[in-house]
């Protein structure tokens, strides 16, 4: 059971927009800590996607996009691609868990 | 350009010890902490331990709390990650990752396969 809630699947079309979301508590996400998002291609490490909340790193294409409020966050894909099929980790941090890393369980992005 | 290669990783039976180790190369080492992070296989991501630059600060996941032991030497750019009383739930792939808290994970090896088994 991850402390960050994230919805298992997802699937769009090409050329679709999508959303994951990641649903944490007060004493994560909505303790204002920032929320990552990491890209997991079959077979390879995972890549940074969005960090802290909403920026991309160098490379990231922007129809990537991350938004947060309250104790959620989410990762937004506009026109979908085939290569974006992959999983998607949100990560944030909690102060009441050892260590205080904390990872979504993953969502696998289907397209269609 | 940040390179972590991992190395150590292996078949061990459950009860076992294994001794994992990430070169890294491409930024100042001793100015980072430096964390593992595991992926059971068709599982998520989980954090595992992170100690802090100088070394003089660890951290763990509660899971591994009392198994697992990170280290580094910063004359050699390496850091560990020495695995005892190893449990089947073990199984899994450890990354090496730059940073801990704060940062985000930008940098990841590619991580090295561990299977408890008997």
């Known amino acids: 059971q991850s402390v960050l809630t994230q919805p298992p699947s997802v699937s769009g079309a090409p050329g679709q927009r999508v959303t994951i979301s990641c649903t944490g508590s007060s004493s994560n996400i909505g303790a204002d800590y920032d929320v990552h998002w990491y890209q997991q291609l079959p077979g390879t490490s995972p890549k940074l996607l969005i960090y802290a909340n909403t920026n991309r790193p160098s490379g990231v294409p922007d129809r990537f996009s991350g938004s947060k409020s309250g104790t959620s966050a989410s990762l937004a894909i506009t026109g979908l691609q085939a290569e974006d099929e992959a999983d998607y980790y949100c990560q944030s941090y909690d102060s009441s868990v050892s260590g205080s890393v904390v990872f979504g369980g993953g969502t696998k992005l289907t397209v269609l | ?118």
Do not use: H
């Open chain 2, 1 to 118: 350009e940040v390179q972590l290669v991992e190395s150590g990783g292996g078949l061990v039976q459950p009860g076992g010890s294994l001794r994992l180790s990430c070169a890294a190369s491409g930024f100042t080492f001793s100015s980072f902490a430096m964390s593992w992070v595991r992926q059971a296989p068709g599982k998520g991501l989980e954090w595992v331990s992170a100690v802090r630059g100088p070394g003089d600060g660890t951290y763990y996941a509660d899971s591994v709390r009392g198994r697992f032991t990170i280290s580094r030497d910063n004359s050699k750019n390496t850091l560990y990650l020495q695995m005892n009383s190893l449990r089947a739930e073990d199984t899994a792939v450890y990354y090496c990752v730059k940073d801990f808290r704060g940062p985000p994970f930008e940098y990841w090896g590619q991580g090295t396969l561990v299977t408890v088994s008997s």
